[in-house]
């Protein structure tokens, strides 16, 4: 609930004001059985129309204010719990954007989506609920209760004696309903992340005919979720009952003995009617406070997940190290005796246990100079993405260091290091823009560049033979684009800020040899001064490069020239005999 307050305190005086209003308007409510009572039991007897007119405008007033004030505190309420809503949701997407590859493979992307939706509505739903009904219930309430006694101290007591109960009833259910609240939104998380995986791989559900199959899994994680939320909403709705039966005792003990202290002349007939009506606004102060605590039940619970991201420390939040390691040497891109298993650099994790794995990289080591080139090949799940992770600094190495331009990586700002790269990743994302905006991507590059990077990545022939040219709007994820042109445009991206560092991750697999060739051609023609790091399957993507990393099972098997690993690394011989081969067959 800290989340919660703290956001509350950003906009102290908006929410001050919605609060007042309310207060007001619940001062309000509460006069007009009293207003009532003087009536019944004062005015009306006189006969005096006049002052039943007065009167009965006074109540009438009282009553359109009482209105009015709820009404426009409803509005503010409903306003503020907006803006805070709005900031909630722009802090996590902004913390979300700088989780370190570790924190956000803990938290997982289903778990990060569904805070971002339903736990911020959550939030939401409870900013609003305690700029109003949280006002509004306990001063029905205890007011109600003020008033009561005032009128008659004897009827009051039947209150006093049953309200400590029902209160004890709420916060007890309300402190068991927490954790199964918890339970709910992780159940969510499966949901979104069998919803997710459907829609991202509809098409090999449909090939391999597996939709009942998915629908059977999806049954199964919804019935678990609705199990669970059925649990924490009948344990939660415990209270209303019991408090519907005890009330509606008590109002009828009120009526009872009310009727005999008229009899008796102890009491007038007004203040039993205004006696019930302030029973009434009780009994929904008591039912108030019961929405109150099942909202916060869930909002607590909402809250503390959101607050479980916002206080992860990133990269943003914490300053280089002061210690850093230093390189044994001056090239430009040094790996020494680097480690890596992933699992161990999660930090402190909601839900992350920090158990390791088999090593993903174990004792890397290699080194590239400035403007020079390193290709790195091998079979599927060697390392070869991992050391990319590790060189940008997605990931930190748990043993050896990693080094660009002399410095620790991680002794560099995020954005300092990550502006010396243009990248190009396997499985990259074109998003539903142009494809001017994709290659831009927001970095106001000039026409002239944005040109140039479409000839390196030999894309401009299909754009330009587009209608609209670099104002062609992609699909979602290039969906009306193929394999090969979005490679193309996922390469122009990464050159057309001449990077000092380019990375290309398998970036020209769904080409073809010949497109491939005059690519890696215009890009060494052109940008000479950039220093290229290749991840490709094939030997010709890499055999011209100026070192050769050769991995398997995330170790070094071979590293040097073309020719030196044909003479010194069998398994790269035989990848280079068979793809040639192949070729010339």
């Known amino acids: 609930m800290k989340l919660i307050f703290r956001y509350l305190g950003k906009y102290k005086k908006p929410v001050a004001l919605a609060i007042f209003i309310k207060l007001a308007a619940a001062f309000f409510e509460l006069s007009l059985p009293y207003i009532f009572e003087h009536i019944v039991d004062d005015v009306v007897p006189t006969k005096d129309l006049v002052q039943v007119l007065v009167w009965g405008f006074a109540m009438f007033a009282a009553a359109f204010v009482c209105r009015t004030l709820n009404v426009t505190a409803n509005r503010k309420g409903v306003d503020n719990a907006h803006r805070i809503s709005y900031e909630v949701r722009q802090a996590l997407f902004r913390k979300t954007s700088n989780l370190s590859g570790a924190q956000f493979d803990a938290f997982t992307l289903p778990s990060l989506i569904s805070r971002m939706t339903s736990d911020s509505y959550n939030v939401q739903s409870s900013v609003q609920q305690l700029?109003?009904?949280?006002?509004?219930?306990p001063i029905l309430l205890i007011g109600g209760v003020i008033v009561a006694l005032i009128m008659d101290a004897h009827l009051a007591m039947i209150l006093v004696i049953m309200l400590p109960v029902l209160i004890a009833v709420v916060l007890f259910v309300s402190s068991r309903g927490i954790p199964l609240y918890k339970t709910v939104q992780g159940k969510l998380d499966a949901i979104v992340r069998i919803m997710r995986e459907n829609i991202t791989g509809i098409r090999v559900v449909k090939a391999l005919s597996k939709e009942d199959y998915e629908k059977r899994r999806f049954?199964?994680?919804?019935?678990?979720?609705?199990?669970?939320?059925?649990?924490a909403?009948?344990?939660?709705?415990?209270?209303s009952p019991l408090m519907q039966l005890c009330l509606n005792a008590g109002l009828t003990l009120v009526v009872l003995i009310g009727a005999g202290r008229v009899n008796d002349g102890l009491m007038k007939p007004g203040v039993i009617l205004a006696f019930l009506t302030y029973f009434n606004m009780i009994t929904m102060g008591v039912m108030g406070l019961s929405r109150i605590f099942m909202t916060l039940s869930k909002a607590s619970a909402s809250a503390d997940r959101i607050d479980a991201v916002l206080e992860t420390q990133t990269e943003e939040d914490v300053l280089p190290e002061a210690e850093a390691l230093k390189p044994s040497?001056?090239?430009?891109?040094?790996?020494?005796?680097v480690?890596?298993?992933?699992?161990?650099?999660s930090g402190e994790v909601e839900g992350f246990h920090g158990e390791t794995r088999e090593k993903a990289l174990d004792d890397i080591s290699f080194a590239v100079g400035r403007g020079e080139?390193?290709?790195i090949i091998g079979p599927t799940g060697c390392g070869k993405t991992t050391v990319i992770n590790l060189l940008m600094h997605f990931y930190d190495a748990t043993g050896g260091g990693v080094f660009v331009d002399g410095k620790d990586v991680r002794t560099?700002?995020?954005?300092?290091?990550?502006?010396?790269?243009?990248?190009?990743?396997?499985?990259?994302?074109?998003?539903?823009?142009s494809l001017r905006e994709n290659i831009d991507f927001g970095r106001g590059l000039s026409e002239k560049a944005l040109h140039q990077a479409l000839e390196d990545a030999m894309a401009a022939d299909f754009v330009d033979a587009l209608p609209e040219g670099l104002d062609f709007q992609a699909a979602i994820k290039g969906a009306n684009l193929s394999g090969g042109q979005k490679q193309r445009i996922l390469v122009a991206r990464a050159l057309a800020a001449d990077p000092e560092i380019l990375i290309l991750d398998d970036a020209s697999s769904a080409l073809d040899y010949k497109t491939d060739a005059a690519m890696r051609k215009a890009i060494g023609l052109n940008h000479k001064d950039s220093t290229l790091i290749m991840i490709a399957q094939r030997v010709s993507s890499v055999m011209n490069m100026t070192k050769i990393l050769v991995l398997d099972n995330g170790r070094c098997i071979g590293y040097g020239t073309h020719d030196e690993l044909l003479e010194s690394c069998p398994a790269y011989r035989e990848i280079y005999e068979i793809q040639m081969g192949a070729i010339a067959g």
Do not use: W
């Not at 700029?131 to 219930?137: E, H, I, M, P």
């Not at 049954?219 to 199990?227: C, F, I, V």
């Not at 040497?329 to 005796?337: L, Q, V």
């Not at 560099?412 to 823009?433: P, S, T």
């Open 412 to 433: 560099y700002e995020k954005d300092a290091l990550r502006r010396k790269f243009g990248a190009a990743f396997q499985n990259d994302m074109v998003f539903k823009e």
């Open 131 to 137: 700029q109003t009904l949280c006002v509004r219930a």
């Open 219 to 231: 049954a199964a994680a919804n019935e678990e979720m609705t199990r669970s939320d059925i649990k």
């Open 339 to 345: 480690d890596f298993s992933y699992g161990e650099d």
């Open 329 to 337: 040497g001056d090239e430009f891109i040094r790996f020494e005796h």
């Open 233 to 239: 909403a009948t344990i939660m709705a415990i209270p």
């Open 373 to 375: 080139s390193l290709g």
